[in-house]
């Protein structure tokens, strides 16, 4: 891929992302205690490539992501992006790969939402002050050709 990707803005994010790519995410993946990948998306408005670093879980092979926002009213941009365009591009360590992601279903959300509070308890606090229902992503590998 030669298209230029625009990473996070937010400073905190923008370094992590930095330094993931740097060392191919031997520094990168483990972040603070919690296993992160690198997540990037077509903007839905500006149409340019996204990336930023998120929480990850793991399910069957799929991988698992939190729209929470850390709570607030609004869905995170990410979200957003991935609800205009699902393919997407993934890194988890050194890997990269091509991928598709959908929101769980109301039958799924529950049981994948305890593999992610298992993993970072504070999503339940972000659930509880947020106006919204923080929606949980799957995030599935496609096959290349």
């Known amino acids: 891929m030669d298209e230029e990707i625009y990473d996070s803005t937010t400073g905190w994010v923008a370094a992590h992302i930095r330094t993931y790519l740097e060392t191919d995410g031997e ?20 149409g340019k490539l996204r990336r930023t670093a998120l929480i990850y879980g ?3 092979g799929r ?4 729209a ?9 941009a990410w979200y957003l992006n991935v609800m205009a365009e699902p393919d997407v591009m993934v890194q988890v360590g050194p890997e ?26 504070l999503y339940d606090k972000y659930q509880a002050k947020a106006e919204r229902e923080i929606p949980l992503v799957v995030v599935e590998r496609v096959a290349t050709t």
């Open 27 to 46: 520094k990168g993946h483990m972040y603070q205690g919690w296993p992160t990948l690198l997540l990037t998306t077509r903007g839905r408005k500006s």
């Open 58 to 60: 793991e399910d069957t």
């Open 63 to 66: 991988y698992l992501l939190v």
């Open 96 to 121: 990269k790969f091509a991928a598709r992601a959908r929101t769980a279903t109301a039958q799924e959300k529950p049981a994948l939402w305890t593999v992610m509070t298992s993993i970072f308890p």
């Open 68 to 76: 929470s926002n850390g709570g607030a009213a609004q869905h995170p």
